[in-house]
Every structure is written in structure tokens, then in C-alpha cells.
């Protein structure tokens, strides 16, 4: 891996809007060397500032735009506990500490059309990984599931078409992921042997597309939540189960790997969902 | 200026550049991302803890926040000493800092054969003998629960080594001082103090531990109160030298453990929020020196003005 | 709807009208801003702990704040039992929230001639015997560090008294349910589980400790893990009730408590910052009995999935 | 003791503005039926709201002002720790809870001129009580002694006449503040038969200044400050030790007192200045 070394920045923020009721933007100001970022890595940051015995909380980077000397990162983040409340309150204007880029992201798969699945928050990831391969990769999708219009944020200059499926039917196709997926494969705009699926989102969506994937034929990769301690690598906190090939007998973590340095992005097949806390 | 300051510090035989090194377990394996740690300028680095046989460690979710501190449930997960040996400790000697390795087991005989693999390599100036981690089964905390148990493997290591032993104590335990006594007629040579309180932390609605198996070990600056009185008790119990260790996450908090008489200190969870937390701690207790105008930190060692009189009388 | 709520729980034969109690030496004589406190609210209040003669308590300065916890050194200051029951204890009745009073002593024979002076005054529904004070010279730990000691304070008890006696544990033991045991052997009718752990903290420019005996001791969120963890070894040991305490600050963290066994809780230096927390605990309680859809608060106790398997087995 | 019962309010800051490079004021925003205070007392302040595990810190009020259904609380402080820090970095719009008023404050005599003596941030107090009683002791002085211009700043319709000592001479008298008591003595500006002293500062300022007024015969009263664990009675952390008086023996806290329910002010006499940690 040639990625650049994670850094400790000092980063101001230049905005944290709300895009819907439940999701939030946030902006930051970063020197112009920083990165660049794999699609799929992340960032760890220290929500309260103020207070400093708190663990940094993962967030994927959502997008990164260059000019004038300097870099502004974009996170896509739900305040959800009080580590994301707290984020959820800084104003710009307002420096808080950065750890990144960090982890191993998604992996394109040459000659394969993208298709691109966010749950819920989960499309941030998605949002960098589209805007990195959009030259080399023309064609692709983006499937956008959530439950309803709280979760429903516009993409600005998104990579490629887009398809929603809402819980409550209030826009686009009326169901989950999965229910759009078998609408899409059955109209056939979506294919097995010329097609990837890249997604990130809650663990039980990401189970039950890796399952439908591999059973399907796609080539599938997920990127994985779980609790971090330190982010890179440290801590042997973000254990994620895997299964274990053959030639892998008495490989280095028993069956367990990184969330946070072998992941958070894993192929799908990889992942022993069993063990995985959802 | 900063060139005349002297950071370094003996324990026992060990003489180590500063007395700030990393704890067994929070650092991995000491070659992860070493410009963001600043790894190679530290005093020392405690390797994770390393059994005979390769551990996958505990169920997630291994960690829990609380009030300024961690649960951790690791369970030791670790490739074992043979892949430690062959692919971990070239990296690790590559970064130039003195190296001590952590040694863990379920029973003395485990200590013993492990500690034997890793004689005669390179780059090892001690051994700490993790008789207190609370997160595996079997062993574990009992071995510092009953002073006898902890003496026993020390006395069996130290016969097949000469490399200096420090043990590292529980501090989920009356009288550190008993134990700590027991581990140094058995021939240890120096102590870290303390490894992780034993706590546990209840998710109401599903009333079930935020840790698969129940109790985990509690870390933080939460617990550096507690834990400098225990190095306290520690330093006043024998004449060895203790190596102080607990929610250390400041130069401020650093100095008060040798200042109680420690004569190094391990920085532990604080590493995660900040990767190279220690060596800035290294950096401030230098602009601490030259605040009071001293030139050496062996200078502040022990330096504690004690209401219960002299340490070791 | 708030109507059909049942706070109550029996603390052994001790029926109380909510589990929240504020634990002694954190509120004063009970009487002090009740308005401010919400005292008349309250499930229980344990006195400062009393003992036979006055005590001027310690030196200045008493209290050290530390991440999330806070370490004190008060020493038992008390009017001593003749002037609390005289002055305090009439204010207090008024309250009409049930008496738990707090007994301590250097010797068994000062516990036993302090309960007899309260004998037959109204009011009070039991003892709390302080066997674990870690802030005076002699006596004090001592009693929990070991557990024949304790035992011999709560016999001696036992004989003068019919009200049920909770023996106030110290988590600065390695087998907390060993003493429980001795306790429970010795006539204890209940436990309150913990009091404060030893802590040490020093100003690195004078060298000495912030409190001018040495340690002092913790609480606040800080020990709520190590607390919990202490409570629910507790729990398992003996068949007897057990009120739970350390670091509560929250209805979270109170049911935390309940749901690992504890009958009841005591909130101790939460109410420093916010002075009605322990009314404000049982509120939150309602909440969460509402949203669980339960009715009655027992429905919690003791409803944790243990990885360990059942307590009491 | 008729004082209002104290109270937990959450208040909305209204200013906090340096006066000086070392002391502040912040301003809030109380109902309009918060109080009386009386002169000295204090209030227990959030200084860090986002933050749940840290104590109050306590304040003396140095003005309350009404108006519009509301009143003004104003607060003179210095930051010298993490806890005021915090108190400074917070903005205008903010809220934060305060419990207050609390504690025993001046006693003013009758009959005798107020010499108000006020030593580095100390003044704060004696701005609320030369309020208070400016109509029933119309003359009076105010001394304000600091180190220097760091420290010094114009107080906002005074009730007396102001005289200030600076250590570093810059203005007013050159020296301290026994100093400037001494010539105003030896003047016959002050008088120890018609005049009393209130005062407020640091502890060795305090303890100097009641001997001073002791071997001279002025009564004195001084507002003590220590580490305040509750600010209301119920840690017996704020313990002052205080001389016994005979007919005191066998007194309920041995010779302690409680700063925070039996002080913060105290008769210069009672106060056992060996024992308080300066
Ligand atoms: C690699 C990675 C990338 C992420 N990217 C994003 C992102 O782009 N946008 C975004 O909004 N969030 C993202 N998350 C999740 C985000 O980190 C968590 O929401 C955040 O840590 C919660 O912190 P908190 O203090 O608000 O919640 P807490 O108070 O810590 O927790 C609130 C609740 O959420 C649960 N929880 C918290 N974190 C996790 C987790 N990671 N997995 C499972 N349960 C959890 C807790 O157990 C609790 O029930 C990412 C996580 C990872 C690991
Ligand atoms: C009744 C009363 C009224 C007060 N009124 C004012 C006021 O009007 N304006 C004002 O600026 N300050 C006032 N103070 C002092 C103020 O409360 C402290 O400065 C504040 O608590 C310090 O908090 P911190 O977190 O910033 O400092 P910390 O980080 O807690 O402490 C910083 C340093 O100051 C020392 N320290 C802190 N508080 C005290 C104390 N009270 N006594 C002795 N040493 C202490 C600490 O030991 C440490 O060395 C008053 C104190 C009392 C008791
Ligand atoms: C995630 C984690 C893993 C740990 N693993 C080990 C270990 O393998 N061996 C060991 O001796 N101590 C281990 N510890 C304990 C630390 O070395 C240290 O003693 C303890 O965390 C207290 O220090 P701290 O508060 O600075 O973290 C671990 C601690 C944490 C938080
Ligand atoms: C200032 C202070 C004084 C205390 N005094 C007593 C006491 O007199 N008797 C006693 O049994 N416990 C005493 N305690 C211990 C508390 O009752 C309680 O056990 C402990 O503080 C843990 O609870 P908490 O974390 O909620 O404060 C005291 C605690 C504090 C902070
Ligand atoms: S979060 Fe620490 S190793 Fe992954
Ligand atoms: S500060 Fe708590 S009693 Fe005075």
C-alpha cells in the first residue's frame, strides 16, 4: 500500500448544515497536503473538543474539493449519540482535531460497472468512491435505500444515476435495497457477470446484500461499522469476524481481522456475518 | 537547550533514553503507523501480550465507554511468540527503542516456554510478566489474586532467564504490597503498576453487559487516581523499582507517578484519542524541567513529600 | 398514568417508596436546602455517618477534583450521635422520607454504645454500619480489608439491636463477597456497596498531595464501572439484599445498578453539581418504565442476562 | 435568616467580555423573581455545561440589576484554571445553570462608614454590596489594590470614592494595599472607631489585611474562598478552621465552619488564619 501516512491536523470547520432531519453535513478545512484518500477510508475526530477523555469518533469521508491552497473535507454523519450530538453542535469557525485518512477502502474492480448501495447514512463513502472512479468507470448506478424523507438528502453532482427505494414509499420504488435490487436484475439493468456492488450502511442491510450477492453471483464490497477504539490500529478493539480459508489455517488473528486497518471496507464474502454484533 | 536535559532513567539494570513508554496492549505491536505515534521516539514499548500459541481473543464488541475512561475485552488476542519472533519484532527493532516484551499465559509452565523462545533475540532489554490481565477466562487476574500463584511464575521464568523481569500487578487487589513482595522474593526485578480495574457497564434495555463476557478491564484517566495510589503503595513495599502506568494522558499526570516514585511510567489508553500522546508527554515534562530549572528527571523521582513518612524505611 | 407507577422495593424488611436514596456524607444531615435537594422526595436518606463523640474532621483542603471523579478526605467530621439526635434528627423526621442512619467508630464497642444512644428514637428504619471509611487514621479500611474485623463490628451490633443492620462495604478488597459472607455470618441484614476507593493525587510543583493526609477517597462517575462490577460480586455472594452505590448520576446509571441486583441505590456527589439529582433520577426511572411498558420497578431488579450464569445459584 | 431559597436555573449568557487582560465579565440573563442576594453571596456555576462530570464552580455576585421582567446577573471573574477557561470560551446565546443565591454574605454595621477593600479579582463582592447600602451608608471608600493594569479596570457608577495601590506603581499608590491603608491612616481618612472593613481577595491578602485592621481596632469582615465541593452544606469539603470562643466548646463541627453556609464572609476575628491553606 502506497497510501500517504494518517496525520493529526488541527481542522477548522467551515460549515455543519443539516441536510434532513436525521443526517448533517460538516465541512473542514484541511491543509492542500493532506491525503489524498483512498475512497472508503475514513477519518477519526474528537466530537467535543472541549472535553478530552473522550475517544474520536469514524466517520467516512464523504468527499474532498481542492482549490485555492487547501482542501475541504465533507463528512455525512448522523447525530445519533452523544459523541455525533456534540459534533452536530460545533460552529464554524470552531477547530477541532482530525486522525486520517486511515483504513483500506474500496477496491474498484477493473472492467466492472459500479453499482454503489447506500442505507440510511450510509452513502458517504459512496459519494468519494463515485467521484474517484467516475473517469475510469463511465457507467454505474446509485442505489440509495432509506426509510423515508428524514433520511432524504439531495447529492450534489452525484457520479451516476440515481435510484431510491424509500420504506414508506414516499419517493421512488416502495420497499428496501434488496426489493429494488431484484426489480433492477429482473429488468436486467443490473448483471452478475459485468457488475460490482460497492456499499456501506447498517450491518443488517450489508448481511442481508452480501447474502443476496454471493448468492446471486456479484462481486460485492461492504464497509463495515463497528466500535473503534483508536482507528489505526492499535487497540484490537474493532474485531471483525472472517471467515477462514484454507491456506489461511493459524493466520496472525485467529479468525478475527481489523475493522480499522484491514477494513472498514471487506469483500463480502469475507465477512462471517454470524459473528458480527448488529 | 533542550540538548542539556537528560530524560533518562534507569529500572534496575535498564537504562531507558526517557522514562515515557507505551503499555502492553495499547500499542499493538509497536510498528503500526510510527510517524503518527512518533514511535521511535519513545522511552520504551511494551509489546502487546504474547501467549505460546496464537489467541483470536474475545467476541465483539470489545469496548465500552464510560466517565472518562474504557471497558476493554480483548482477551489477549495475539499471533503467538513464534509469529511474534519472526515477523513482528524485526519491524519493531527497526524503530530503535528499547523493547520489552509482555509475556502472558494460563499457567506457569506457558510463561516459561515462551519467555524460552524469545532468549538470545535481539533487541529485548526485560520481560513483563502480565500476571494480571482480567479479560482471559482461565488464569489471568488470579494469579495476581493470590501472591503465591504470581511468585510461582515468576519463579519459574526467572530460572530460565537472566534478563531483567518486571511483573505487572492488578490492582483489583487488597494489598498490592503482599503481592508485589511475593513476586520479589521470588526474583522480580521491577514492577509495573497497575494493569486495568475490573469493571462492568450494563445496556438497560436489553439487560445484558455492553461486553459479550460480563466484566471487562476498566482504563483511563478515570482510574489514575486510584492507580497512583496503588504505584504509591507499590514503591513504599519493596526496594525494586516500579514502573507506574494508569490513565496517564498528560506530562502533568506523568510527572505525578514519578514524582510518587516511579521510575518510568507506561501511557496507555491515551494513545488512542492522541497517537503520539507520548511523546508529546515527553516534550512537556522537558518544559516542565526547565519551569523548575532542573536539568534531569531522575531529579523528581521520589521527589514526593510524603504525610506517612519515607518510602522503604 | 404517572399514578400507576410502584417505585416501592423492600431492602429485606425495609419497604421504601422509591429505590433512590442519597448515600452518607453527601447530603448533609438530610435537612440542609431541602427545597433545593427535593429531600422529601427521596426513596431513603443515610445520614452523614455519626459516630460516638464529635469529630472535627480533616485538615483543609478536603477535596481534589479528578477526571470525572472526585477524591475527599473529610474524616468523619460529625456532631457525634448525642447532638445529632438531639438537633438533626428532629429536622430530618420532618421529611418524612425513611432514616437510615449511618454508624462509625474506631472500635467495635464505639459502633455498639453510638446505635444504643439511637435506639428507640423514631424515625430511623435502620443502620448503615460504616465498616469502610478510607478517610481516618485508625479503624476506617481497616474493618473491610479484613473480613473478621468487620464481622466482629456487625455481632457486636446485632446484639443491641433489632433494626436491620447494612453492613457499608469498601472496594478496596480483592474478594468483596468474602467480606459480604463474614458479614452476612455476623448478622447483616444488607449491604451498601461501595464506598470510596483509595486515591492519590499530587501537585508535581510541591511535591506533596493535594489533600494533606496522602490519599483520599474516589467516587463520581469515574468508579461507576468498578462500582457495578463490586456490586454485582456482592450480589452473587449472599442470599442478602444489596444497595448499590458509586458514581451514579443518572437514571441510566441507576437502573444499571438495579438490573444487576441491587434492591435499591444511593447517589452520592451527583448531588453536588445538580442538588435535586437523586429526585431527578427516580423521574428518568418513570421514563423508563414507561417506555418498557413495565409498571413496577422490582420488574427490573436483578434482571440481568449474566454471561456467568444466574447470581445465588 | 429570611434569605430567599436558593434555586437551579438554567440562564442565558448575555455578555462575557474581558474587562482586563486577566479579569472578565460574563452577564446573565434570570427570571425576574431570582433572589434578593444579599451582599457576598455567591452563585455555583456550570462553567463547562457540555461536560456532566465536572463540580460547579462558585462566583460572587458582583451585581444583579433589573428590568423588563427580567434581571441581570453580573458576574467579575478571572481565568485561571480549566473550569473558568471554560467559562470564558463560552458565547453570548448560550445558557448554562447556575444555583444560587447561596451562602452568608457581608453584615454590614450600622452607624459605621464602609471601607470596602477589594485585592486582585477580589472586587466583585464589594461592588454588590456598596450597592446595597449606599443609600444607608452614603460615605465610604473603595480601595482596589492589584499588581498592575492587568488586573485594573474601570467600575461602572461606583458607590464611593475609589482609591487604588498598584505594586507596579503605574498608578495610584505604589505599593500594597497595608500600604495604602497605613497612609490613609495616618491621613485620618480612615478611622478605626466610626469605620468598618469589608473585604475580599486572596487569602494571604485577606489574612495580612485582619491582622492589620485587628491590631488597629477596625472591625473587619472578609470573604474567604476555598474549594467548594456543593456550595450548599452537604460535602463538608469547604471546611475553614475558626478560633472557639469559650462558651463554644463542644461546637457542632469542632472549630471548622463551613465556607459555603457559614461564610463565604466572616468576621476578620473568628477566622483562624494558621489553618486556612493560602
Ligand atoms: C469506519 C466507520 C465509518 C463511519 N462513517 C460514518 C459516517 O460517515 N457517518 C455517520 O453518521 N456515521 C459513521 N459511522 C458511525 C459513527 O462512527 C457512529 O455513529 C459514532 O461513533 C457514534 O458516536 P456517538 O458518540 O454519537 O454514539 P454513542 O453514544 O457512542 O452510541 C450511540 C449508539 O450507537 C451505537 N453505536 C455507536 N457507534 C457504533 C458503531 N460504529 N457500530 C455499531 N453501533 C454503534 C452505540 O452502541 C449506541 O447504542 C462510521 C463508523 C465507522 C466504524
Ligand atoms: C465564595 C467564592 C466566591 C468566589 N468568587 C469569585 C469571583 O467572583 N471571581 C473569580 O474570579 N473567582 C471567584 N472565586 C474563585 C473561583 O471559584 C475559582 O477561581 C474557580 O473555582 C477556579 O476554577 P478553575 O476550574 O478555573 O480552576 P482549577 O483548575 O480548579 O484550579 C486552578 C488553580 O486554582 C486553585 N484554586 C481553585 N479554586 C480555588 C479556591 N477557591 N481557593 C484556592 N485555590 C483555588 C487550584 O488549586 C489550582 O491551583 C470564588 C471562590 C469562592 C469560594
Ligand atoms: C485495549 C487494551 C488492551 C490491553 N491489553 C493488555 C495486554 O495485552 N497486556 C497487558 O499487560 N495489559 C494490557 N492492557 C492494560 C494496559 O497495558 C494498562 O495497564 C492499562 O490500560 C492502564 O493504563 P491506561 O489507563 O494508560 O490505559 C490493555 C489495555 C487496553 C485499554
Ligand atoms: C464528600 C464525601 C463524604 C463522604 N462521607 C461519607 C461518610 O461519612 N460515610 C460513608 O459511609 N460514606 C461517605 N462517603 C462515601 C459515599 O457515601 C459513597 O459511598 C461514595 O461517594 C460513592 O458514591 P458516589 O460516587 O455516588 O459519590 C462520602 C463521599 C464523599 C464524596
Ligand atoms: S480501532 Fe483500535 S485496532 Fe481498530
Ligand atoms: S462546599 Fe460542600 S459543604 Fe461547603
Known amino acids: 500500500m502506497s497510501l500517504p501516512h494518517p496525520r493529526i491536523v488541527s481542522a477548522e470547520i467551515l460549515r455543519n448544515d443539516p441536510l434532513t432531519k436525521e443526517i448533517r453535513e460538516i465541512v473542514f478545512r484541511l491543509p492542500s497536503d493532506w491525503g489524498p484518500a483512498e475512497p472508503g477510508q475514513f477519518v ?59 483504513g483500506r477502502g474500496f477496491r474498484p474492480i477493473p472492467g466492472r460497472r459500479p453499482i454503489l448501495v447506500g442505507g440510511g447514512r450510509g452513502v458517504a463513502p459512496l459519494l468519494s468512491l463515485g467521484d474517484q472512479i467516475r473517469k475510469t468507470h463511465p457507467e454505474g448506478l446509485l442505489l440509495f435505500g432509506v426509510r423515508g424523507p428524514d433520511q432524504l438528502h439531495e447529492l450534489e453532482d452525484p457520479a451516476y444515476p440515481i435510484e431510491i427505494a424509500t420504506q414508506d414509499g414516499s419517493v421512488g420504488f416502495h420497499g428496501h435495497l434488496l426489493g429494488l435490487l431484484d426489480a433492477l436484475l429482473e429488468e436486467g439493468r443490473i448483471r452478475p457477470d459485468s457488475d ?43 474485531a ?33 456475518w454470524e459473528g458480527v454484533r448488529e | 537547550m533542550s540538548g542539556e536535559l537528560d530524560l533518562s532513567v534507569r529500572v534496575g539494570s535498564v537504562t531507558l533514553p526517557t522514562p515515557v513508554l507505551v503499555a502492553s496492549g495499547t500499542f499493538g505491536y509497536g510498528s503500526e503507523s510510527p510517524e503518527l505515534t512518533r514511535a521511535g521516539e519513545l522511552g520504551g514499548i511494551v509489546t502487546k501480550t504474547i501467549t505460546l500459541e496464537p489467541r483470536r481473543g474475545n467476541e465483539p464488541l470489545r469496548l465500552h465507554e464510560t466517565p472518562a475512561g474504557l471497558i476493554n475485552s480483548i482477551g489477549l488476542q495475539n499471533v503467538g511468540v513464534d509469529r511474534f519472533r519472526e515477523e513482528k519484532l524485526p519491524k519493531l527493532r527497526a524503530l530503535g ?39 482471559v477466562k482461565e488464569g489471568g487476574i488470579e494469579f495476581c489474586q493470590r501472591p503465591e500463584s504470581a511468585a510461582e511464575v515468576i519463579t519459574a521464568v526467572r530460572n530460565v ?19 508485589a513482595k511475593a513476586c520479589a522474593d521470588a526474583g522480580a526485578d521491577a514492577f509495573t503498576a497497575v494493569n486495568t480495574f475490573v469493571g462492568l457497564s450494563v445496556d438497560v434495555k436489553t439487560r445484558r453487559s455492553h461486553i459479550p463476557l460480563g466484566t471487562g478491564g476498566v482504563s483511563g484517566p478515570a ?10 503503595e ?10 507506574g502506568c494508569g490513565g496517564i494522558a498528560s506530562a502533568n499526570d506523568a510527572l505525578q507517578f514519578l514524582v510518587v516514585g516511579a521510575s518510568a511510567v507506561q501511557v496507555g489508553t491515551a494513545s488512542f484519542r492522541v497517537p503520539d500522546i507520548a511523546a508529546r508527554i515527553q516534550d512537556g515534562m522537558k518544559d516542565f524541567l526547565r519551569s523548575e530549572g532542573l536539568t534531569s528527571i531522575g531529579d523528581l523521582i521520589g521527589s514526593y513529600l510524603d504525610p506517612s513518612g519515607p518510602a522503604r524505611p
Chains 1, 4 share one sequence.
Open chain 1, 44 to 102: 477519526q475526530v474528537e466530537c467535543r473538543p472541549a472535553d478530552p477523555f473522550v475517544l474520536r469518533r469514524p466517520f467516512s469521508i464523504a468527499r474532498t474539493r481542492e482549490g485555492s491552497g487547501e482542501l475541504r473535507l465533507h463528512l455525512v454523519f448522523a447525530p445519533v449519540g452523544d459523541g455525533t450530538r456534540a459534533l452536530a453542535a460545533c460552529r464554524p469557525g470552531e477547530h477541532t482535531s482530525l486522525v486520517g485518512p486511515l
Open chain 1, 196 to 238: 460490482a456492488i460497492y456499499s456501506c450502511g447498517p450491518n443488517p442491510m450489508l448481511h442481508a446484500l452480501s447474502d443476496w450477492a454471493i448468492a446471486r453471483g456479484f462481486p460485492a464490497q461492504v464497509s463495515l461499522e463497528t466500535l473503534f477504539g483508536c482507528g489505526f490500529g492499535i487497540c484490537a478493539g474493532c
Open chain 1, 240 to 272: 471483525v469476524p472472517v471467515k477462514q480459508s484454507e491456506d489461511e489455517v493459524g493466520d496472525e488473528f485467529g479468525h478475527y481481522r481489523f475493522a480499522c486497518v484491514d477494513g472498514p471496507v471487506f469483500d463480502a464474502e469475507r465477512v462471517d
Open chain 2, 97 to 135: 527503542v528499547p523493547i520489552i516484551a509482555s509475556v502472558g499465559g494460563r499457567r506457569a509452565e506457558e510463561f516459561v516456554e515462551t519467555v524460552q523462545r524469545l532468549e538470545g533475540v535481539d533487541g529485548i532489554v526485560a520481560y513483563e510478566i502480565n500476571v494480571s490481565c482480567p479479560n
Open chain 2, 161 to 179: 532467564t537472566k534478563l531483567p523481569l518486571w511483573t505487572k500487578l492488578s490492582p483489583n487487589v487488597s494489598h498490592i504490597g503482599v503481592v
Open chain 2, 223 to 232: 482510574i489514575r487516581p486510584l492507580a497512583l495510589a496503588k504505584v504509591r
Open chain 2, 234 to 243: 507499590t514503591v513504599r513495599a519493596t526496594p525494586l523499582p516500579v514502573v
